[in-house]
């Protein structure tokens, strides 16, 4: 029988681990920031990034961040609470910018010890930095340009994600690849992290490679055994390919509404009826244009549980990034992360046996 010659086994021993030495060595900065053992940032996804997903994800070694969505000051307490009962690994929070209930949301993080807050879905306010920075809470905000970021870091933001159209969910119109490109040469100074269509180690390793202090992972930790998301979700994920994970169409240039990746079905149909009525109110007085964004946002909270939590696979929202196609099975966070990881540290020995021996 066939087997391996000790020498080809120790050179890939060997060259494996100047992989995860390499590995260690470029996320570093990603790793120091967030205070764990991988540079590992879980994507905030509403009614799924609750306390057991958020917790099993810190306690593998990588940083957890709860989805207020449209939780109440109450309930975004509670969670933390209950995040902090499962867990003594550093996580995080993510604050809807147009929350209504904003300044109530930051004091919560503030009053529970929450040590990073992740501010989206806008241009993040002022008041917002200034109030955590005298707190002592790290702030990360996305940065969809680089002007954006250079004004935000200005305004004294910690942290950036950068976030290609290829992540689930709510995104935006360039893809990951190209905004690494743009942004990351230019953003030296503080960690950026990189999300959109991340499911594999490889492109981890890639995109640490061009610059980036780690990678914020959403749609492979879906299907995870400690995630909440009813069986009937978890099976549409299996069964999915990259191009089933589909934006939504924006129906009025005047009204700007951020496109949502999601797998097709009916929901879909119906978010195009929702955009309609919210238009059409808008154009009546009835609503303004924030107001009326809102109602948006709380159809895709509630199609959103309809599916993840009572299964309605067919008229609930099946948010996901179109990286849906490597979730194969259901693993636990820890085994999701080992496996990136190895992956990562894998494409970084392989990198360096090439350049040794070119």
């Known amino acids: 029988m066939p087997c391996t010659p000790p020498t080809a086994w120790m050179n890939s021993r ?5 992989g995860r030495a390499e590995l260690d060595a470029i996320s570093a900065a990603g790793r120091q920031f967030l205070g764990t053992r991988h540079a590992i940032l879980g994507g905030a996804m509403s009614w799924l990034s609750e306390r057991h997903l958020v917790a099993a994800t810190s306690n593998s070694g990588a940083f957890g961040v709860i989805a207020t969505g449209s939780l109440s000051p109450g309930e975004l307490r509670a969670e933390v609470k209950a995040t902090f009962a499962r867990t003594d ?9 147009m929350h209504p209930e904003l300044d109530a949301l930051l004091q919560v993080c503030i009053d529970e010890g929450v040590g990073h807050v992740v501010l989206a879905g806008g241009m993040v306010p002022r008041a917002a930095t200034d109030r955590l920075k005298q707190a002592g809470v790290k702030s990360i ?30 995104t935006g119109p360039v893809a990951t690849s190209v905004l690494c490109q743009e942004i990351l040469p230019h953003l030296s100074d503080v960690p950026v992290f990189v999300g959109g269509g991340i499911g594999r180690g ?12 780690g990678c914020q992972i959403g749609t492979r930790f879906v299907c995870a055994s400690e995630s909440i998301a009813h069986e009937n979700f ?15 169409v924006q129906l009025d240039p005047d009204f700007p509404v951020i496109p949502v990746r999601a ?10 009826a929702a955009q309609r009525d919210a238009i059409a109110r808008y154009r009546a007085g009835e ?8 109602v948006i946002e709380r159809f895709w909270a509630g199609s959103l549980r309809r599916a993840v939590i009572d299964g309605d696979v067919e008229h609930g929202s099946l948010m996901a990034g179109q990286s849906v196609g490597m979730v194969e099975r259901e693993q636990s966070v820890a085994e999701i992360v080992d496996e990136l990881m190895d992956q990562a540290a894998a494409a970084l ?5 090439r350049l040794s021996t070119g």
């Open 287 to 294: 609503l303004d244009q924030k107001e009326a964004q809102l």
């Open 349 to 353: 020995a392989g990198r360096i046996n």
């Open 263 to 272: 797998l097709a079905n009916k929901a879909t149909e119906q978010f195009f």
């Open 14 to 18: 060997s060259e494996l681990a100047a």
């Open 141 to 170: 905000a996305f940065a969809p340009t680089l002007p954006v970021a250079r004004k935000l870091m200005r305004q004294g933001v910690d942290a950036f994600i950068i976030e290609g159209m290829e992540a689930g969910g709510h």
């Open 202 to 213: 490889d492109a981890i390793a890639l995109y640490m490679g061009m610059g980036a202090a």
């Open 89 to 97: 690994a550093p996580f995080g929070v993510n604050v809807i910018i």
């Open 234 to 248: 978890k099976k549409a994920f299996y069964h999915a390919k990259a191009r089933d994970a589909q934006l939504s």
